[in-house]
């Protein structure tokens, strides 16, 4: 048989130890989670208990609904450092509105406009500017935490009894109707990342900009739509802050940035872009909100919590890049 002939087929063993490397992110994030339970289990008083499960739900709600649009930020090579003042200035300015008299409906969509307008201004800066985002976020941080405080002099800014708020932290079956919020937007981003040409481009800006642009991408428009999606999901969080709080609260989501960033990066996706998955940024949520709630119930001091994240954050980013050097050494290969 000749070369032209030949065909060149890869055996059944090799295509599922690729499969198996593809997803080994998830497996291993998946055996830390049971792991995690275990060592909780037994060492965290109530740690199981049906309350504390509940509390998890909520802890991993506020995490997660951000973090579904920053895995598609970072995933673009972009980064947002806003959204825990994002979060509180959101959920400030709903209370204000709700104080007004604005019908509860009406004031949350406006919260979700508010909260996508001020996103856009970050991805104004960086596709039309060249500001590097985190530059750009960094400023609206001091900014919507700045103008959070000085609304409300640093008090919480009740809302009185409202119905409609008390429903959303109502659980449903048993589930904070944040958890089911968080479980509906997780199924939204993940068929747009994979199944939509949305998703696709993003993908395509994060592996090489130039490229994509090049191939007929609409760069900055994307970019603008990410920071807007993030300031929209942001205030979705705000909205639910404010009904968990009973007010808003300018104080309030102060280093959730930083929980959402490590997140998505313990979920796999690449602080360098064009790779990721809404799934690994899911069991990062959880792996985030597990070891928070388990520390606290273990009563370790909380600065030393915050030395634990920074940890988490360096040794999964350190674990990216081996895993981005493995892949490019089996593509040489």
């Not at 009904?243 to 280093?255: E, K, V, W």
């Not at 690994?280 to 985030?288: A, E, P, W």
Request: proline share 3%; net charge positive; aromatic share 8%.
């Amino acid at each position: 048989m000749s070369n032209d002939q030949a065909v060149r087929t890869v055996p059944s063993g090799a295509l599922r130890r690729r499969g198996f490397s593809r997803h080994m992110n998830e497996i291993s994030l998946f055996v830390a989670i049971v792991v995690l339970y275990v060592v909780f289990t037994t060492t965290a008083n109530g740690f199981m208990s049906f309350n504390n499960q509940i509390n998890i739900l909520r802890d991993a709600a506020t995490i997660g609904i951000a973090a579904w649009a920053a895995t598609l930020i970072i995933i673009s090579g972009e980064i947002d450092v806003s959204v825990g003042p994002m979060v509180a200035f959101i959920s400030v300015a709903l209370a204000y509105l709700l104080q007004w008299g604005v019908p509860t409906p009406l004031a949350f969509v406006l919260a979700i406009i508010i909260g996508a307008a001020l996103g856009s201004i970050a991805g104004i800066l960086r596709a039309y500017f060249d500001v590097p985002s985190f530059v750009g976020t960094l400023g609206l941080w001091s900014a919507l935490r700045g103008t959070a405080l000085f609304m409300t002099d640093a008090l919480p800014v009740s809302i009185g009894r409202n119905d409609i708020v008390d429903m959303l932290d109502r659980p449903v079956l048993g589930v904070p109707p944040a958890a089911i919020v968080m479980l509906i937007l997780f199924a939204v981003f993940a068929f747009v990342s994979r199944k939509t040409a949305f998703g696709r481009s993003v993908y395509a800006i994060g592996g090489n900009p130039q490229a994509a642009f090049l191939s007929g991408i609409n760069v900055a428009r994307i970019r603008v739509q990410l920071f807007a999606i993030a300031g929209a999901m942001a205030a979705v969080s705000g909205i639910l802050l404010l009904s968990r709080l009973g007010s808003g609260n300018a104080t309030a989501a102060s280093g959730l940035e930083f929980d959402v960033i490590a997140a998505v990066v313990v979920g796999g996706t690449a602080l360098s872009g064009g790779r990721g998955s809404m799934l690994g940024t899911l069991l990062g949520v959880l792996v985030i909100t597990l070891i928070g709630n388990g520390l606290v119930l273990l009563g370790i001091n909380p600065f030393f919590q915050q030395v634990v994240r920074g940890l988490i954050i360096v040794v999964a980013v350190l674990a990216n890049i081996q895993a981005i050097k493995r892949g490019a050494a089996r593509n040489k290969g």
